[in-house]
């Protein structure tokens, strides 16, 4: 390395990464927040809408109970606080997908303050912190007409509002992301608690679960946060570390050419990569918030948070860590269990009498890619954890070699039945019977006496030809153990 | 307090309303008088004072998550100035929708 | 049979024994009502939608009820006329806007629900200022309803179409709605009974919303007990309304006649100083006169920051209507003009939808909650509502009920105050406190003042008080002996 290099790294300032992300959460509530609207979709546009989720004129919210209860179990879930009396203010702006002008939202008393939620990224775990959770409800859907099909250059744009009112909360995270690694890291957590709860579908594809990323850069060694911009529209995890890595690489170009970082809002763009400018912000908006006059305030009585923290489901990381030190899995085991939401058919089938490891393999390495494959949810592959105790079973006394369990587990994943039973239906069993092995092997003998030589001159690889005979003459159905062992009993010991 | 023609202007753009210039002056003039009075309430309640939002003095109103039947799309676009499609028919937007991010979706027909 | 004049000058309560007796038909009542709405309203300009077919409809399905001995409701057959501003389903409902001209609701609102329930005949839509904000019903961008009792002055307002509706004897009683005494005053300039109940008491939903912390529908009548029956029937628990209490109604009609015997009535120090007119403010001390010999206890109680209620108000309700009136952008329904993009179209659609006064209350109430200014207006206001309400909570601590004059003035002619928005809000200066407070009120007519034109006298009870509240004003009533029939010069000529 030249002298002159060298000063050049010296003299380049090394920027560090802030990140803090706002995830909005649909909840997957049978009505809307403040109506009695079905939240179910499919329907026609504007077919799950009425006076109140319209805003027309003298209509009144009365918010929905569960989702209150919803907010609260992610609270408690991420350890933040439940405040003892919050209030639902009027955040105002004009935007023809928001039917009153105003969104019902929190502001400086929101339900959940002051939570965490732990990260693992490359073995190294991390606590972020997670500054609140808020009640808010969603907007309707605009479509753009015109050649585009987008917002700029439409002609005129047509709004549904069956997807206006439809309760969301919003977790803002502390700016305590380092990485775009991170930041997916806690969002894939994130979804991984919800998912647990039962409170959304959280699909970043689909929208139920949508993610904002506000990343700035610093000097390393500084206290001091830099300019900010906010990053919308990354519709997956995979988009939202594009956009971030993207993003860094931008802000580090602008300001070792000694430009200045403008605080704006900026569109990930997918197909080129790349994230534009959507809003360049003046300033804070005056969205005039104050505290909604038609609605009250929420005071959860200590009994019910009680009750709810009582029936809080078993959340990921403890999943994980159990999955670890008490079943013995690989973390990378647990995590993909956790990630798929298999972890409990794994719990099934260890309570059926499987071997959790052997069990986790399958699940793992074909439950999951059999999903994947068919476009379905993990969770709704019709594989018990009976089935697998059974598959596993049926593998470890011999009956199925690992080959033929494949074969076996897709016929339970394409619903023939349980393993047993399509084992039976397909005469799939090895064959561990010696007299009728022994005519093949001494076939098998007879057809390859070089490699009978050879076995017998010491050369032990040499049998594998011997097996595989064996094995095609059986139509894989020989129990290849067994084969090897009476070669071995005609060549070796002979 | 005095409001400047600028100060209306930007209000009356928070608020939506198209004003021409005269009625910007009429209204800078009428704010000022208004406001001049509505200033007393300065003159009591300290800042430790807590503020009422609301008369009543309950809390926690909420129904149970039980849907309710909604209007046919023919109900709720029947007072609608323009539709198509069974949706609501608006001019182009310009800007982002600031708040809740919308999923942009092309349009179809 | 009675005769048509005699059926239109009745009380709900004299009607109700008529009906009960069979010695009419709600049909009879319901057309000798239209026939006079026919005749006078032209002049009145109390209506901006009569109902007559619905009306006579309803009115014959009650007759048939009645004589198959079937259920009807408590009012079943009293002409009633609606404000403008509750939503009735399928009939237009404007609040006396351009913006809302052509709009039918999809709904009823709480309170009509419950008022068909009890089958009192809706006869139509009131005229009312624009989204309720004004005194004097001249913001109504329909017409400029007239007072009965001198047709050159205004009724009062904003519910002043159903003032004058019922003042004129075009309707038996009426609803209003309160905001900052939008019931009482245009009852205390018309002759009239008008009540404002405990907030809460009176679904809002389907109230189309002004100040929504303020908002509430009530009673205009010419007695008392055709009030208290009002009341009664259009109050109770809405879950519509987050905001509707769920506490029983009081019972009214119980004690109404008891008297003022025993009961403890404040005279506002603050309510009786300068403003109000020499004839309102000897109306409204003879009527305190009345109340010891009636057997009354009178003290002098004080809230000391009363005074305050009304640049509080000026804040806190314009403040909520400039939120509560965002939605009215020509997306949905109602008015839209045309515009270049959405943001041009509804500036326009606003612009041209609204009349000047609503205008100015948008923009004073954008102003009062925009960054900055929030603390030193919406929030100061809320601090100066918190010092009232404690004002009250002690004033109550002594007092069962609390009286003082409804209105610093009577009636006051056409366009005399329309330049001045500052002097029209002045009309609130004695109605505003109980509705920041969400306390019952009531006004009812103390005698006439200048021009022999009505004054009102205002009786103010604590937070569910109303059984107390109609009870004094029943005995005052009583002893006062108004008339409610408008005379004079100038008057609306009597049936
Ligand atoms: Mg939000
Ligand atoms: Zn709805």
Redesign the pocket.
């Known amino acids: 390395m030249s002298v002159e290099s060298v000063n050049s790294v010296e003299q380049a300032t090394r920027y560090e990464t802030v990140i803090g992300l706002e995830v909005h959460v649909e909840l997957s509530t049978a009505t809307?927040m403040f109506?009695?609207?079905a939240t179910d979709f499919g329907g026609e546009p504007n077919s799950r809408?009425?006076p109140?989720?319209l805003g027309q004129p003298g209509s009144l919210p009365v918010p929905n109970r569960a989702a209150i209860e919803y907010a609260i179990r992610l609270g408690l879930a991420l350890g933040c606080e439940i405040a003892p009396a919050s209030q639902f203010h009027r955040k105002n702006y004009f935007y023809p997908d928001m039917p009153k002008n105003y969104q019902i939202s929190q502001y400086d008393v929101p339900i959940c303050l002051g939570g965490h939620l732990d990260i693992t990224v490359e073995g190294e775990t991390r606590r972020i912190g997670i500054t609140r959770v808020h009640m808010e409800e969603d907007t309707g859907k605009s479509l753009h007409v015109g050649e585009s099909g987008r917002i700029h250059g439409a002609d005129y744009s047509l709004v549904d509002y069956n997807r206006a009112?439809i309760p969301l909360l919003e977790v803002v995270s502390e700016p305590d992301l380092r990485s775009a690694e991170e930041a997916r890291a806690y969002l894939s957590e994130l979804r991984a608690v919800v998912l647990a709860l039962g409170i959304s579908d959280a699909k970043l594809e689909e929208g139920s679960m949508r993610c904002d990323a506000n990343v700035s850069l610093r000097p390393v060694g500084h206290t001091v946060f830099g300019t900010r911009a906010e990053i919308k529209n990354m519709n997956s995890l995979r988009s939202l570390g594009r956009a971030i890595t993207y993003e860094v690489e931008r802000q580090t170009d602008l300001l070792q050419a000694g430009e200045a970082i403008r605080q704006e809002t900026r569109h990930w763009d997918e197909d080129g990569g790349v994230t534009h400018t959507l809003r360049v912000k003046e300033g804070e908006e005056d969205y005039r918030y104050f505290p909604d006059p038609d609605l009250l305030p929420i005071e959860p009585a200590e009994e019910w948070i009680t009750s709810i923290r009582s029936t809080l489901p078993e959340l990921p990381a403890s999943i994980r860590e159990r999955l670890v030190e008490q079943r013995g899995l690989t973390p990378d085991q647990a995590v993909t269990l956790v990630e798929t939401g298999l972890h409990a058919r794994l719990d099934e089938a260890a309570e059926a009498g499987a071997a959790a490891d052997q069990a986790a393999k399958w699940l793992v390495n074909e439950v999951a890619g059999w999903a994947n494959e068919h476009g379905v949810e993990p969770t709704a592959a019709p594989l018990s954890g009976s089935h697998l105790a059974e598959l596993t079973a049926l593998v470890g006394d011999g009956t199925l070699s690992t080959k033929l369990a494949r074969q076996v587990l897709e016929a339970v994943l394409n619903g023939e039945g349980a393993p047993r039973a399509v084992v039976a239906e397909r005469g799939l069993e090895q064959v561990s019977d010696t007299g009728a092995l022994d005519a093949l092997v001494d076939q098998a003998i007879a057809e390859q006496p070089d490699a009978a030589e050879q076995v017998r001159a010491g050369n032990e690889k040499a049998i594998g030809a011997l097996v595989g005979a064996v094995m095609r003459a059986s139509r894989g159905q020989a129990n290849p153990q067994l084969v090897n062992e009476l070669l071995r009993e005609r060549l070796v010991s002979g | 307090m005095s409001l400047t023609p600028d100060d209306v202007r930007h209000v009356a753009q928070l608020a939506r309303l198209a004003l021409t210039d005269d009625q910007l002056d009429v209204m800078s003039e009428q704010l000022g008088a208004i406001l001049a009075y509505a200033e007393q309430v300065a003159e009591v309640a300290t800042a430790d004072v807590p503020a009422t939002g609301h008369p009543l003095r309950l809390a926690n109103v909420w129904r149970d998550d039980e849907p309710r039947p909604?209007l046919s799309p023919h109900e709720a676009l029947a007072p609608a100035p323009a539709a198509e499609n069974g949706r609501f028919r608006v001019p182009r937007i310009i800007g982002e929708q600031p708040g809740a991010r919308p999923r942009e979706e092309p349009a179809h027909g | 049979m009675a005769e048509d004049s005699a059926l239109a000058t009745s009380s709900a309560a004299d009607l109700l024994d008529l009906l009960d007796r069979g010695e009419t038909s709600a049909v009879e009542v319901t057309r000798a009502h239209l026939e006079r709405i026919t005749k006078t309203d032209e002049t009145l300009k109390a209506f901006l939608t009569v109902l007559e077919d619905d009306a006579l409809a309803h009115a014959a399905g009650i007759d048939q009820r009645r004589s198959a001995g079937e259920p009807v409701g408590p009012l079943a057959g009293v002409p009633l006329a609606l404000k403008d501003l509750l939503c009735t389903r399928g009939i237009p409902t404007t609040c006396g806007s351009r913006i809302l001209a052509d709009y039918r609701p999809p709904y009823d609102a709480g309170v009509v629900e419950r008022l068909r329930e009890a089958d009192a005949v809706v006869l139509g839509k009131t005229n009312m200022d624009e989204f309720a904000m004004g005194s004097s019903t001249e913001n109504s961008a329909f017409a400029a309803t007239r007072n009965p009792w001198d047709l050159q002055r205004v009724p009062g307002g904003s519910s002043g179409g159903s003032a004058a509706a019922v003042a004129g004897f075009q309707a038996t009683v009426a609803v209003g709605t309160d905001t900052g005494g939008s019931i009482r005053q245009p009852a205390a300039l018309c002759g009239l009974v008008g009540m404002k109940p405990t907030y809460g008491l009176a679904s809002r939903y389907g109230l189309i919303a002004f100040g929504s912390s303020l908002d509430q529908a009530g009673p205009i009548t010419r007695t008392v007990e055709d009030a208290a029956r009002l009341f009664q029937a259009m109050c109770g628990h809405d879950p519509r309304d987050s905001t509707s209490l769920t506490d029983p109604v009081p019972d009214v009609m119980t004690g109404l006649n008891r008297g003022m015997e025993g009961l403890r009535v404040g005279v506002v120090t603050e309510m009786m100083g300068e403003g109000m007119e020499p004839g309102v403010r000897a109306r409204v001390g003879e009527a305190i006169d009345r109340l010891e010999p009636l057997g009354a206890e009178v003290v002098e109680v004080s809230l000391p920051h009363v005074s305050y209620g009304l640049p509080a108000y000026y804040l806190i309700a314009p403040s909520e209507a400039s939120s509560n009136l965002s939605r009215y952008d020509g997306v949905r329904y109602g008015l839209r003009l045309d515009g270049g993009d959405t943001e041009q179209m509804m500036a326009a659609t606003r612009a041209e939808g609204f009349g000047p006064e609503v205008q100015r209350r948008i923009m004073i109430g954008t102003y009062a909650l925009s960054a900055g200014y929030y603390d030193a207006y919406y929030a100061q206001a809320q601090r100066v509502r918190t010092l009232i309400l404690r004002d009250f909570e002690e004033a109550f601590g002594r007092c069962d009920v609390l009286i003082g004059p409804t209105s610093p003035s009577v009636a006051f002619g056409l366009g005399e105050k329309t330049d001045d928005p500052l002097a029209m809000y002045l009309n609130d200066v004695y109605s505003v406190p109980a509705s920041l407070a969400g306390l019952p009120a009531l006004s009812l007519p103390a005698g006439l003042g200048e021009h022999d034109l009505p004054v009102g006298v205002q009786l103010i009870a604590g937070v569910l008080g109303e059984a107390v509240l109609f009870r004094a004003a029943r005995a005052l009533e009583a002893e006062l002996a108004f008339d409610a029939t408008p005379r004079g010069a100038h008057a609306l000529d009597a049936p």
């Open positions: 809307k109506c009695g609207c809408t009425c109140v989720c009112g | 909604s």
